[in-house]
């Protein structure tokens, strides 16, 4: 193999050093292209040294997307990686494993009337990941409203938590919803039935209740609200469809909880959307929306592409989009199956409660989620310990850990929390080694050891 060189005109690439070439001495080109070429391998090595300045992604304890796969998946992803999602004609395996992965999840869901020979029988699509997912979503209760008031229609409105996702936000915005936000306030960070009850009205194309909000990682009540908008509905009042977010809990309460009820068995759930590369277990790239039926999702949006040689219906934001996140996910189904994420999906719990009970061993700490809903830990600080929550997240990070710390939504911003998402690929191990960093970090804290404070922005 020729050692790296910088300069691909070089007769004598084989034998220059890799730092001595160009890679050693000049910039990488960063504002126009540049005019020569160089060797493939220069390149690579280029860019590679410059992303080890990333932060470990496996320390990343900020994100909820997936950071570890079985190698045999990257490998599998690695070959479709060519393949573009929506050339479904010239990739009819390919557009098939899309298909089933949607059935699996609509089944997860318990979608009514699926059929158990025809994976088509599922209204649903994959997507890029669950802003796409809501996007279409909220696109469908919005015309839906629409196909149902008519000219009576005022200005269309949806009601949601402070505690949305920024998704929610853009949606609004990007689509003309009025969003009404329902606040939160100290120690209760999930929206409740009555506040639904308060801000609906004819005008409301939809209520979101989220399964694992992005702030604490809590269960909204989506039952106790569904059962409102039926007694509401039941009165004779408006008659509104609830959408669940599932984004990060529709992998992992069904496996945890299954006999919670929050999706389809709510008659009133018309559509929800999951991350596939949350506790779906796929690498970034992919997430999905199923609606209960067919009729959920008005004909109007569905767009019949007959480019490219097939007549496909499509419902989707992008068009091109690599085909490899889809053959990530279905490995992961049918390679894990039922038991397989119920295994997982309890041992990142235990995981997340060894860390919690560890964290309420201290006396200035309250813990606000203990990892049993989905897991995800989130806390505070309780009295006046002399740091903030940025200051404990700004200590971590000396030690290559990634733990963000934000203030809650409206109206509970003057609340700052920490949040620990644990994730496959989080031993209990790197738990333990977690722990001992965070005991230092606070002991030095304790001891008057300030960092520079630096309010880190807030990851989702
Ligand atoms: C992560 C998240 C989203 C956005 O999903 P992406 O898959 O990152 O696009 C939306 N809602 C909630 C509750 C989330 O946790």
Partial sequence: MPLISGDVSDDNADITPAYTGRLGVEAMPA????????APRAAYQFIHDELMLDGSSRLN??????????????QLMTEALDKNMIDKDEYPATAAIEQRCVAMVADLFHAPGLSTT????????????????????????????????????GKPNLVLGSNVQVVWEKFCRYFEVEPRYLPMEHGRYVITPEQVLDAVDEDTIGVVGILGTTFTGELEPIKEICEALDALAAKGGPDIPVHVDAASGGFAVPFLRPELEWDFRLPRVASINVSGHKYGLTYPGIGFVVWREASCLPEDLVFRVSYLGGDMPTFTLNFSRPGNQVVGQYYNFIRLG???????????????????????????????????????????????????????????????WQVPAYPMPADAEDVSVLRIVVREGFSRDLAGQLMLAFDDAYRRLQAGVRPESSASGFAH
């Fill in 118 to 153: 025809d994976p088509a029988s599922a209204t649903g699509v994959s997507t890029i990941g669950s802003s796409e997912a809501v996007m279409l979503a909220g696109l469908a209760l919005k015309w839906r409203w629409r196909a149902k008031r008519g000219d009576a229609g």
């Fill in 31 to 38: 504002l126009r292209l540049p005019d020569e070429s160089i």
């Fill in 338 to 400: 039922h038991a397989g994420y119920t295994s997982i999906m309890t041992s990142l719990r235990d995981t997340a409660s060894w860390v919690a009970d560890r964290l309420a061993e201290y006396d200035g700490i309250e813990v606000i989620t203990d990892g049993t809903a989905i897991p995800v830990v989130s806390f505070m600080l309780k009295g006046d310990p002399g740091f903030s929550v940025y200051d404990l997240s700004h200590e971590l990070r000396t030690g290559g």
């Fill in 61 to 74: 304890l900020a994100t909820f997307v997936t950071t570890w796969m079985d190698p045999e998946a990257g």
